[in-house]
């Protein structure tokens, strides 16, 4: 069962902050967030692993809180290059060797000027 | 520069056809993944390898198979294209260990 991702879309002026959330009904060793632009292949973020860690990527950090069951994305002071649609992905714990993610519908992000 | 390449970004079949889309990568990586795009439901993935000749089912796998003859390459087959197949494939891989996916470019199948 796919993860499911809120908000579906956003809309944001540069500068401005957001949030994504991605919520599994299923227990989780680790979630993946990407980021495709248009046209793109969708590029690796980071990685969150059990334990609650908090990780960076510019100014785009993550958190996991794996009893919730759930990820948040955390964008600050927002660029135009953020623009994209986000996706989480899940992994359960006894997949981690073949790396079988499960992918969440999508956020759409769009930042104007 | 690691690198996913899928051998046609925009194609169109019809229906009944028999459709093969390659996917090829330089990382020596084990795990091999198709994903089927669609707006509003994301990547849904159909088929996985985890080595050579490996191959297990995805969550959406009807109407399609795959095959993997060599490490590097990662093949998905449209037994008989039909227009519900119309969509935008991505090829990933990644190393064993649960780590990093990278993608391939797309393909955009039209099946008329």
Known sequence: QQPVQSPQAVILREGEDAVINCSSSKALYSVHWYRQKHGEAPVFLMILLKGGEQKGHEKISASFNEKKQQSSLYLTASQLSYSGTYFCGTLAPGGTSYGKLTFGQGTILTVHP | ?112
């Open chain 2, 1 to 112: 520069d690691v690198k996913v390449t899928q051998s046609s970004r925009y194609l169109v079949k019809r229906t009944g056809e028999k459709v093969f889309l390659e996917c090829v990568q330089d990382m020596d990586h084990e795990n091999m993944f198709w994903y089927r795009q669609d707006p509003g439901l994301g990547l849904r993935l159909i088929y996985f390898s985890y080595d050579v000749k490996m191959k297990e089912k995805g969550d959406i796998p009807e109407g399609y198979s795959v095959s993997r003859e060599k490490k590097e390459r990662f093949s998905l087959i449209l037994e008989s294209a039909s227009t519900n197949q119309t969509s935008m494939y991505l090829c990933a891989s990644s190393p064993p260990g649960g780590r990093e996916a990278f993608f391939g470019q797309g393909t955009r199948l039209t099946v008329v």
